[in-house]
């Protein structure tokens, strides 16, 4: 199917365990992005990539890891998954910028 | 301890009715703006956008007007349907600051009420 999926669409892991987060697009779009959203604190810029191996931080990063290897694919991965992180995560992404970004369906992630 | 949520500011319309969602922004640089539209278990979906260069935008029963003086934007939505019930975010880029990220609003939730 075309467009932007993530996977797993939930999820529930342990404190301290690693949690990968899958995004696709299929667009072949040069940016991708990942958000957290709380409520209380709307959308949060956690990374994004302006192209394959180019990532930057962004307002959140702190305890997240991505890595770019092909254009369609963005993983983000919480190396030991914290209580705090307990979100629903966005993955979006965009021609070019500043035009509007397109978002997948949200993965909800618990930690215990 | 029990943790107290913080509530959205919530609009009520009657369906047919007019809608205005209003959006104050930050940055007296972004000079580009967009709306969203955010149904319950869904992702954000595109609804409008404008540049700064111009006061007003129109698309399919929506309008987006821009105020850079008082640095306020505004999402119009006409004949408002059930549809339309949904939490509604504005987003700012500064190129210049932000590297051409887009930085979200809290959101405002749009109640129609059949």
């Known amino acids: 199917d075309a467009g932007i999926t993530q996977s797993p669409r939930y999820k529930i892991t342990e404190t301290g365990r690693q949690v990968t987060l899958m995004c696709h697009q299929t667009?072949?779009?040069?940016?991708m992005f990942w958000y957290r959203q709380d409520l209380g604190h709307g959308l949060r810029l956690i990374y994004y990539s302006a192209a394959a191996d180019i990532t930057d931080k962004g307002e959140v990063p702190d305890g997240y890891v991505v890595s770019r290897s092909k254009t369609e694919n963005f993983p983000l991965t919480l190396e030991s998954a914290t209580r705090s992180q307990t979100s629903v995560y966005f993955c979006a992404s965009s021609e070019s910028l500043p035009w509007e970004q397109y978002f997948g369906p949200g993965t909800r992630l618990t930690v215990t | 301890g029990e943790s107290v949520g913080l509530h959205l500011p919530t609009l009520s319309v009657q369906e047919g009715d007019n809608s205005i969602i209003n959006c104050a922004y930050s940055?007296?640089?972004?000079?580009?703006f967009i709306w969203y539209k955010q149904e319950s278990g869904k992702g954000p979906q595109f609804i409008i956008d404008i540049r700064s260069n111009m006061d007003k935008r129109q698309g399919q029963r929506v309008t987006v007007l821009l105020n850079k003086t008082v640095k306020h934007l505004s999402l119009q939505i006409a004949a408002t349907q059930p549809g339309d019930s949904a939490v509604y975010f504005c987003a700012e880029n500064a190129v210049e600051n932000q590297g051409g990220k887009l930085i979200f609003g809290q959101g405002t939730e749009l109640s129609v009420k059949p």
């Open positions: 667009w072949s779009h040069s940016y």
């Open positions: 940055n007296s640089a972004s000079d580009y």
